[in-house]
């Protein structure tokens, strides 16, 4: 079993950053794939962005290439999010995920993942 825990959600003013991290309680962690997911309030989880276990490989959604970063540190267990240039449209509860099979690819399929945190709540005000 993995626990996965994320920080760094807040309310910050549109065209500002913030950083969200998520620590995996399982050192093992640096063999999967991890990412990130997202739920605004009425709306389906979508994917965000996706990271293989040695950072070759990552993947984004195309409301935010350009924008957003996935990076990890599997010497401390935790995956980040960079985001920068926040739009309102970006305010959601944002999970990490982390999926099941070793050395695998990227996924962007919500059913591709077995471990999820609770999330974390950014708000982006105009």
């Known amino acids: 079993q993995v626990q996965l825990v994320e920080s760094g959600g807040g309310l910050v003013q549109a065209g500002g950053s913030l950083r969200l991290s998520c620590a995996a309680s399982?050192?093992?962690?640096?063999?999967?794939?991890l990412a990130w997911f997202r739920q605004a309030p009425g709306k389906e989880r979508e994917f965000v962005a996706t990271i293989t276990w040695n950072g070759g490989n990552t993947n984004y959604a195309n409301s935010v290439k350009g924008r957003f970063t996935i990076s990890r540190d599997n010497a401390k267990n935790t995956v980040y999010l960079q985001m920068n240039s926040l739009k309102p449209e970006d305010t959601a509860v944002y999970s990490c995920?982390?999926?099941?099979?070793?050395?695998?690819?990227?996924?962007?399929?919500?059913?591709?993942?077995?471990?999820w945190g609770q999330g974390t709540q950014v708000t982006v005000s105009l």
């Open positions: 995920a982390a999926a099941s099979t070793p050395w695998a690819p990227v996924y962007t399929h919500e059913n591709d993942y077995t471990y």
């Open positions: 399982r050192r093992s962690i640096g063999i999967y794939t």
